[in-house]
């Protein structure tokens, strides 16, 4: 058995084999080792090292081999040496051999490939970059990096200072010297940004996997330090170098986005949908060390349960008037049952329930935002200074009172005590919503022909959120709740206008439109057929 | 409120949407800014809940003037809100990304003003980061239903994917929960997308220098278990997406609580099982040759959540098997239970050279237990009565028609 000794690299091994071929080993007769590794058969007894098989002289290869070849010459495996010459060796007689995948020789090359592949991939995606040499913190230096005498102005200047068994293995890296009049680009920066990341992978990959940094962060300047060997990118000559490993100890501990990394990471995940098992067979252990955002996990798990349990009570409290509302929606029904509502908290603090009020059957409805002050102390609807302005334009278009239905979004006042005044307060989105079965209800008892929506927060509720009232007051729209619905503005909006003059315009439009409703409410619905 | 706080808010706002890959697209590093794609998608990490981190995936703002039921950030609920600037938005991508945290920038965003505006604004960021910054990493783009064709004719020039969501699966469900979502308008976003997309890719083969829009194609996702549809009406909804739209995939997001959900969803998660047996039987559509209509009955309208749908399938058409591994076309060997989509492949290429044995099959990792009674090789004929019972066990069968029409002899 000839023994040969070769360094972990693919030519070292291709010039190897290339002989091997020449001189008629044949795979049993031949055993290549790797050098790093301690080979305990060294002290075997040699039998004889005379290659028996026939010269072969061009060796027949194949691309997809090479391809294969080259992922697996970075495997650990100590046997891989003598797997790709048995291979190879093989493919001389047979050429579909690659194919086979369920041959031993290549279903085991297949897995060294994969798992090689694997290892690049993880690679690709967990090496971590640290930002070192900020402008204007020139003090600021990673263990690793080891200045070189600055004489001044010396532009930045970096070297890897490896600490080897025969003192410090010193590797240049190129200079950083923006022009400081130059404007800066993304790819021209003012700064010296060097980012270095120190990573562990499985395998001998660092050659496989650095291009593909390159090509990514073409204009940075960046470092990647492997146990095995290191390689470091100059954007300016867009060329590697490669220095021999480093420890762990060697990168920069931290890099300050990292907590807002981790801000993110502990946002993005659904606490609902815990799964610890799928993310560690995604992510093993191994590679834990490396990322910034593991340290939150132990906590992330342990509060999922109870942020998830939160969520489901507050849902359970959601306010709603739903569960008050009655069955049986006609008007006596509605009034009777609105006392007893709960369903937000408005109900606590006003005098009373405002219901609406007006003609069972009536082809207008008016709905308002929420009763105010004069309406809380007397139970009715559009009483106080509001309800005057409507009296106003009733009165003007001949429209009686009794003819329509009156009602609110909201049933409750709400407000703020300030001394012995109430203010009004707008309710919140939750209360509209909450209140809204009341609505609906009203609505469906009293099947209007047109509805008219005093002001913003009514119009919303029934024609979407993105109902924009100064744009479309006035127009006629359809929706699941009437076939024809106007929005104008609140009434009160005339008596908070500035001056006497808008007062007016305001006035105007909300005659106009409910001129237009209610002419619109004397025609007979055309139903569809 | 500072960015930290920000991006609290609006990366827990966006972690409803499942649809973050960043598979599909390649983009060479331009030497002029960072970024690349290598075209397979990079997982960077995992969260607690076994979904991968690919991509800053975060909404511009979660103000939102339409109130959808299912939605954390409707209008009605009272949750926190915030709004990034487009260049905090563009720093933290940047940032993220020369780290290597991040493959690129997943932006979405609650509807503020108008369908238009809020395009517009998304526009903004992406524009901003290819122009300016040259920035050659992944970027998708949630199209907002309704926005006019000419945005989404500029979106797609700096999107690698724009995705327009389906929502909820059938058009009853969306007038129940999202009143302000219509199907029609969300298709013919869809449409409009998948329209110009067709437009340059026609333009790029005339010549190589025309735009590319949209690379990585569209996706949608739909919110699964918020609503009564079952996975039948589910899977219709799919074919006929995938059908009229040429998506490139279609995310199902089982719902979950969240803080503030109306009081009309449900209480609880959609088990993981439905999602997963969902995207399953999406594979068996896409990738199988399989029907919506095959993988659940009229009768049986809900995917099985103990067995996997290929096999429930198998299961009730034993006239089908068994299949020669040896001899049987690739549309037979993809129906198989156990075998998957590569490694039919595999057999195929192998078969020209070596006749396969069950070992064989065991070496190529082949999940014999599921396949066996379904296959035969070399040195293994199924025993018909295995297939036959478990047919009768699941499907209710009739016991010994098909089987016997099928073989012949055992
Ligand atoms: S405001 Fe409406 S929902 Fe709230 S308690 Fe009053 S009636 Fe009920």
């Known amino acids: ?529 | 409120m500072n960015v930290q706080q920000k991006l609290e808010i609006l990366a827990d706002a966006a972690k409803y949407d499942a649809s973050c890959a960043s598979s599909g697209a390649k983009r060479k590093g331009n030497g002029e800014g960072i970024g690349h794609s290598d075209g397979m998608g990079i997982c960077h990490s995992y969260t607690p809940d076994g979904r991968c981190v690919s991509l800053l995936k975060i909404l511009l703002t979660n103000f939102c003037t339409y109130d959808c039921v299912f939605c954390v950030n409707r209008i009605s609920s009272d949750i926190q809100r915030a709004r990034f600037t487009p260049t905090e938005v563009i720093s933290l991508t940047l940032d993220f990304y020369k780290r290597n945290y991040i493959e690129g920038l997943f932006l979405s965003s609650g509807i503020i003003q108008s369908p238009d505006y809020t395009m517009e604004e998304l526009i903004q960021v992406a524009k901003t980061l290819r122009t300016v910054h040259k920035f050659g990493g992944y970027i998708h783009l949630k199209a907002i239903p309704g926005a006019s064709e000419l945005l989404i004719k500029e979106a797609g020039l700096y999107a690698d994917r724009l995705s327009a969501n389906i929502e909820l699966p059938t058009q009853h469900d969306l007038v129940q929960l999202a009143p302000e979502k219509k199907s029609t308008i969300i298709e013919s976003t869809m449409n409009q997308i998948l329209t110009r997309k067709e437009e340059a890719d026609e333009d790029r083969r005339k010549s190589p220098q025309a735009p590319k829009f949209a690379a990585a194609g569209q996706s949608t996702q739909m919110v699964v278990g918020a609503t009564s549809a079952s996975d039948r009406d589910i899977l219709t909804t799919a074919t006929h997406l995938y059908g009229q739209y040429k998506l490139r995939r279609i995310y199902y997001t089982g719902f979950s609580p969240y803080p503030a959900a109306d009081a009309r969803l449900p209480l609880k998660a959609t088990p993981m099982m439905r999602e997963h047996r969902l995207y399953q039987s999406d594979w068996l559509m896409r990738f199988y040759g399989f029907t919506a209509s095959e993988l659940t009955t009229p009768e049986a309208p809900d995917l099985s959540l103990t067995e996997d749908p290929k096999t429930t399938w198998a299961k009730a058409h034993p006239e089908f098997f068994p299949v020669d591994v040896n001899a049987a076309p690739r549309e037979a060997l993809l129906r198989v239970p156990g075998i998957g989509y590569r490694n039919v492949e595999r057999i195929l290429s192998i078969r020209r050279y070596h006749q396969l044995l069950l070992d064989d099959l065991r070496k190529l990792h082949v999940r014999i237990k599921n396949a066996l009674p379904y296959l035969i090789t070399v040195d293994h004929l199924p025993n018909r009565q295995t297939i036959a019972h478990e047919s009768q066990l699941n499907a209710q069968l009739d016991l010994f028609a098909p089987v016997s029409a099928l073989t012949g002899s055992v």
């Open chain 1, 1 to 529: 058995m000839k023994r040969i000794s070769l360094e972990p690299d693919f030519n070292t091994w291709r010039d190897a084999a290339r002989d091997a071929l020449r001189l008629g080993y044949r795979p049993e007769e031949i055993d290549m080792q790797d050098a790093t590794v301690l080979n305990t058969l060294d002290l075997a007894l040699e039998t004889s090292d005379t290659p028996t098989g026939d010269p072969i002289t061009t060796p027949h290869t194949s691309k997809a081999f090479l391809e294969s070849a080259k992922f697996a010459a970075v495997h650990r495996d100590p046997q891989r040496w003598n797997l790709l010459y048995r291979i190879l060796y093989r493919l001389q007689a047979n050429r579909n051999l690659l194919k086979i995948s369920v041959d031993p020789d290549i279903s085991e090359l297949e897995r060294l490939e994969s798992q090689v592949r694997r290892d690049l991939h993880k690679m690709h995606a967990f090496v971590r970059f640290r930002m070192v040499l900020e402008p204007g913190d020139p003090n600021a230096r990673p263990i690793v990096v080891d200045e070189s005498t600055p004489t001044e102005p010396e532009p930045h200047h970096l070297v890897l200072a490896t600490p080897t068994p025969f003192g410090l293995s010193r590797t240049e890296l190129p200079h950083c010297d923006p022009d400081p009049n130059a404007t800066p680009t993304p790819s021209q920066p003012d700064t010296c940004e060097h980012f270095i990341a120190w990573y562990q992978p499985d395998h001998r990959i660092l050659p496989l996997a650095a291009p593909f940094f390159a090509e990514r962060f073409s204009i940075m300047r960046w470092t990647i330090l492997t146990p095995d060997a290191s390689v470091s990118w100059d954007p300016v000559s867009k060329q590697l170098a490669f220095a021999p490993g480093l420890p762990r100890e060697s990168a920069p501990a931290e890099d300050e986005l990292e907590d807002l990394w981790r801000s993110y990471y502990a946002s993005i995940y659904n606490p609902a949908r815990l799964n610890p098992d799928a993310m560690r067979s995604e992510m093993p252990v191994r590679y834990w060390k490396n990322l910034p955002e593991i340290s939150l996990l132990p906590e992330l798990i342990t509060k999922s349960q109870s942020r998830v349990s939160a969520m489901v009570t507050t849902q359970q409290q959601q306010p709603s008037a739903q569960p008050f509302v009655p069955a049986e929606h006609n008007l006596t029904a509605i009034r009777a049952a609105l006392p007893s509502c709960k369903g937000c908290e408005l109900y606590k603090h006003a005098t009373q329930v405002v219901p609406g009020k007006g003609a069972g059957h009536a082809k207008l409805i008016l709905v308002g935002e929420q009763p105010g002050d004069q309406e809380d102390l007397q139970g009715e609807p559009f009483v106080g200074p509001a309800g005057k302005i409507l009296d106003r334009v009733m009165n003007e278009l001949n429209i009686d009172r009794s003819k329509i239905y009156l009602t609110n979004a909201v049933k409750h006042f709400k407000f703020v005590q300030r001394g012995k005044l109430r203010l009004h307060q707008n309710p919140r989105m939750s209360e509209i919503s909450a209140c809204r079965p009341w609505l609906l209800a009203e609505l469906d008892a009293v099947h209007p022909h047109v509805i008219l929506c005093l002001g913003a927060s009514a119009s919303k509720s029934l024609l979407g959120g993105t109902f924009a009232l100064m744009k479309d007051h006035g127009k006629i729209l359809e929706t699941r709740y009437a076939k024809q619905v106007v929005a104008t503005i609140h009434p009160s909006a005339v008596l908070r206008a500035r001056d006497k003059e808008s007062g007016e315009k305001l006035y105007n439009f909300l005659r106009d439109d409910m001129a237009m409703a209610w002419q619109a409410a004397q025609k007979p619905v055309l139903t569809s057929v």
